[in-house]
DNA sequence: CATGAATGAGACTTCATTCAT
DNA sequence: CATGAATGAAGTCTCATTCAT
């Protein structure tokens, strides 16, 4: 039997899961409207009831995607945050390598970011205060020290 | 009888085109699905009946639309082909006034703009369509001697 | 033609009260959870979304009902309020009337009686708010020297 | 093993036991429809399938409570009937006893009153039958010449 | 030219109930 | 003894569209 000890209870979390990511990539490609509980759950072999089971309704899917792009989004930028006493060298790279961060997840999470910065009425939030928490890591790093801003 | 001469048709083509504006509202702030005939009408002072003396459905409104644009546009950009044998030093002017047009009809019809480039499942066609005139335009200006096209 | 002049529109009344009064005869006999929008209507010999053309939801006939039943019984007891100067003799005949006439009114109007005293949640209140008009007539009748009141 | 002797049969029971008491109470202040077996089982810590280990169908345990309270009922009243040959001057007294284990029953057993009075289809049938029960008591007395029944 | 009235189709959601472990 | 997971059936409600006047 070895490492196949799960059984009961463990295609709860699967199905879960499941259902997320196909919605995800319905409501990236269709919008919120356009999406229907009925396809994603025929996508993922389950019955509709299934769907409430994991989830409150439609709308509430939505947010959670919502929340899980501001959320990851949000920490990657977060962790880019830089010290003082760092090695002063080090900055530029440092930045560069946060925006790659971004680009990364971007490129990593295409639903979720299409979702995230155009399907959602909080797109524009979202974009605002991403732009927002970049500037303040700049201005902050400024403030440090590490480089001037030049505005044009 | 005398001052009410004016009457038949005078009325319907006005009801026809007060629809077809607040359409392109909806239909550019709500995208399709989310645009409802009742709140058309509703905005018209109008019955639902009433619209359908006038389109056909609303996918053949949203239709019309897009072909509104399409055909406005493009309108814009073929008047732009210059002919061989013109006053070479005015080519960068016409150009230049060329995308001014393009851009004050975009500002002019933000509605049917927004719908054409992004509600439309033809919003990436009509893109590329734009952006191959344009080039085309230019190409055909450079291949007669205009300017030299440099890509970086 | 005479006096049949009626004819555009004039059913839509006829439809709205005819599903009302259905809806009262199926919420007073089965409660609200009982009650189905798909039998109102088939009773009406109507389709369903006629019926949310003349109510909001189920819940909203419901609260309709329940305040035709308290208006049209509170009016009836809120006439009975006897005014200074009557003819003393006249008095208790005149509460024997109001009565009668809330009983009167039970009876040819069972299936509102029946939601609004056993069937709503707001029965209790209903009952209580009745007993107390009852008794505020009753009081002021006593105060205007009306009679005395004996409680036991 | 010693002091895990008890056990096969001994939880099963209790389980029973709650999840009929639950449903009890949900029927009673809910009615049938409004009563959700997802409700019950939450109440009870179980889950559902728990429930139809103990019950066939939502309406059995509606049913079985019904007829508890009828012969809970019915064996109250039968345990009234006055024999022959009784010592006449404690008749009005037994009577009166039974009228009081009736009331006595109603208020320790609120739930399955109000399921068996108020909320069962059969309600009517059991009032009417307990009316029977208790009448024809009452005139077996009667003919056994134990007093004479006045009606007005 | 216009509308009051009505509806078929289909969406979201809930609930009693079962399967497999 | 008990449960996590799943579902068929049905209910409420919405919307584009049509009929008859």
Do not use: C, W
């Not at 400024?142 to 044009?152: D, I, M, R």
């Amino acid at each position: 039997m070895g490492q196949r000890g799960r059984k009961k209870g463990a295609n709860g979390e699967r199905s879960r899961s499941l259902l997320l990511a196909i919605a995800a990539d319905e409501f990236a490609h269709k919008g919120f409207s356009d999406t229907k509980i009925s396809t994603i759950v025929k996508r993922a072999n389950l019955s509709q009831p299934t769907f409430y089971l994991y989830f409150e309704s439609k709308e509430s899917v939505f947010q959670e995607l919502i929340q899980l792009f501001r959320s990851k989004l949000f920490d990657l930028t977060k962790s880019s945050r830089l010290e003082p006493g760092i090695d002063l060298t080090s900055v530029p790279e440092r930045i560069s390598q946060v925006l790659a961060a971004i680009f990364h997840f971007f490129k990593e999470n295409p639903n979720l970011t299409r979702i995230g910065l155009f399907v959602g009425e909080e797109a524009e939030d979202i974009k605002k205060q991403l732009s927002k928490q970049i500037m303040d890591n700049l201005i902050s790093e400024q403030e440090n020290g590490y480089f001037h801003l030049v505005l044009t």
